[in-house]
């Protein structure tokens, strides 16, 4: 069993940047491929990142790509997303996810709660 508390979302300007947090209790953590997901109002949750469970490898959504970093840190538990160069359409809930190594929300076991990201021009 996985419980993950994402943390730092806030409202910013066009340009501006965020740095996520992915808080994981449990000892497993390490063993859990991660990702982060979004939703904006009326659309379908979608794909943003995911790393693997060593940090080695790591996708990104084309949207996304260039400008934001997916992290984490085993030792804390912790994975991360740096956002730069926010865009308005970046607004939405972001959610973590921990599960097997890939893109569709079905390739994960556990979510967070999420935490509002909004981008204003």
């Known amino acids: 069993q996985v419980q993950l508390v994402e943390s730092g979302g806030g409202l910013v300007q066009a340009g501006d940047s965020l740095r996520l947090s992915c808080a994981a209790s449990g000892r497993t953590f390490s063993s859990y491929s991660m990702g982060w997901f979004r939703q904006a109002p009326g659309k379908e949750r979608e794909f943003v990142a995911v790393?693997?469970?060593?940090?080695?490898?790591?996708n990104y959504a084309d949207s996304v790509k260039g400008r934001y970093t997916i992290s984490r840190d085993n030792s804390k538990n912790t994975m991360y997303l740096q956002m730069n160069s926010l865009k308005p359409e970046d607004t939405a809930v972001y959610y973590c996810?921990?599960?097997?190594?890939?893109?569709?929300?079905?390739?994960?076991?556990?979510w967070g709660q999420g935490t509002q990201v909004t981008v204003s021009s």
């Open positions: 790393i693997s469970w060593s940090g080695l490898t790591t």
């Open positions: 996810a921990a599960g097997r190594y890939g893109i569709r929300v079905y390739d994960y076991e556990y």
